[in-house]
């Protein structure tokens, strides 16, 4: 369950960032980690179905999202702020950063499902 949460806390944070950047209205962005921002949600205290399915609509809307892209709007970018020093965010890096997040969450999910 933890993990799911977590997972669905990530995808808020650097989805949100995807869509802040192709809406194109901010030139700046303030850095927020995931493992703060899970502490402002109910996703520990929600049943695991009902984590899931907001998560697989949550995915499944972004992806949309990135489908109908054009490759110039995958370099569009924004500057993150408050974690260190300023740095330049494109839609590719957070795309990027949650498939490679991700690809370990799921197998340590996988290996918690194989043992229940």
């Known amino acids: ?4 949460a977590h997972l669905r806390s990530c995808s ?10 192709l809406r194109g209205d901010e030139p700046l ?21 009902d984590n899931c399915r907001n998560f697989a609509d949550q995915r499944a809307a972004l992806l949309d999202e990135l489908r109908m892209l054009p490759d110039a709007q995958w370099l569009q970018h924004i500057t993150v702020t408050g974690a260190g020093a300023r740095r330049e965010r494109s839609v590719a890096d957070y795309a990027s950063r949650l498939a490679l997040h991700e690809r370990s969450h799921w197998r ?5 499902v194989g043992t229940a």
């Open 108 to 112: 340590q999910m996988a290996r918690l």
């Open 12 to 21: 808020d944070v650097w989805g949100g960032a995807i869509t802040t950047i």
């Open 1 to 4: 369950m933890e993990v799911l």
């Open 29 to 49: 962005l303030r850095a927020v980690n995931p493992l703060v921002w899970i502490r402002g949600t109910d996703y520990l205290r929600r049943s695991y179905r």
